[in-house]
């Protein structure tokens, strides 16, 4: 079974400053990888995924991360935050051959000005 | 273009009393389904998950159940809640390794 942890639970950050939000997973077969954010009360929304091919993988909302299958990371980045990205992230990984997520227990964003 | 319908929005029960949410999608056939739960300060638990009508797979022993009467349309339920059933419940559809599309939500508290 896959395993994800996030080593953050929360993360503050000022207007405007860079941020980087970090997932390590652990699999003994091929993955698929997804950051999801949820604002207060919602259900989650896709950033971004990766399933294969170039490691840099670009999303919504300018955030961007990269897959290192040697550390087995998939860290989130954004080179400047708004105080609109205040929210809870999650890293979630799916085995390639069947598809169910698990997900990371998140990670707590404040964006302050 | 596909979407998920997922009601209440929230929900106080009392303790002991049934539950039943619901969830249906639009725009897809034959969709995986799933039931997530997330307590508060937690991070998301599969519950249950479904590959089509009337297969429900159980993740974690509990006091909930699920069917799925139609393809599209994905039920929770308990018979009488406990006090730990409280949170807030997601469902989610997927078809392949696109990643999964998730409801609004629902938050249970039972008190």
């Known amino acids: 079974a896959q395993s994800v942890t996030q080593l953050d639970s929360q993360v503050p950050v000022f207007e405007e400053a860079p941020v980087e939000l970090r997932c390590n997973y652990s699999?003994?077969?091929?993955?698929?990888l997804f950051w999801y954010v949820q604002y207060p009360n919602q259900g989650l929304q896709l950033l971004l995924k990766?399933?294969?091919?170039?490691?840099l993988v670009k999303g919504i909302n300018g955030f961007e991360a990269e897959f290192n299958k040697s550390q087995t990371s998939f860290h989130l980045r954004k080179p400047s935050v708004h105080i609109s990205d205040t929210a809870e992230y999650f890293c979630?990984?799916?085995?390639?051959?069947?598809?169910?997520?698990?997900f990371g227990a998140g990670t707590t964003v404040t964006v302050r000005a | 273009s596909q979407t998920i319908h997922q009601w209440p929005a929230t929900l106080v029960q009392p303790v002991g009393s049934p539950l039943s949410l619901e969830c249906t999608v639009e725009?897809?056939?034959?969709?995986?389904l799933y039931w997530y739960r997330q307590a508060a300060g937690r991070g998301l638990q599969l519950l249950f998950y479904?590959?089509?009508?009337?297969?429900i797979s159980s993740e974690v022993p509990q006091n909930l159940s699920a069917s799925r009467p139609q393809d599209r349309q994905f039920i929770l339920s308990s018979k009488k809640l406990l006090l730990s059933d409280s949170g807030f419940y997601l469902c989610?559809?997927?078809?392949?390794?696109?990643?999964?599309?998730f409801g609004s939500g629902t938050r249970l508290t039972v008190v």
């Open positions: 990766y399933l294969s091919g170039s490691t």
């Open positions: 479904s590959v089509g009508i009337g297969q």
């Open positions: 699999s003994s077969v091929s993955v698929y």
């Open positions: 725009g897809t056939s034959n969709p995986n």
């Open positions: 979630a990984v799916s085995r390639s051959n069947d598809y169910k997520l698990s």
């Open positions: 989610a559809w997927s078809q392949g390794a696109e990643g999964y599309t």
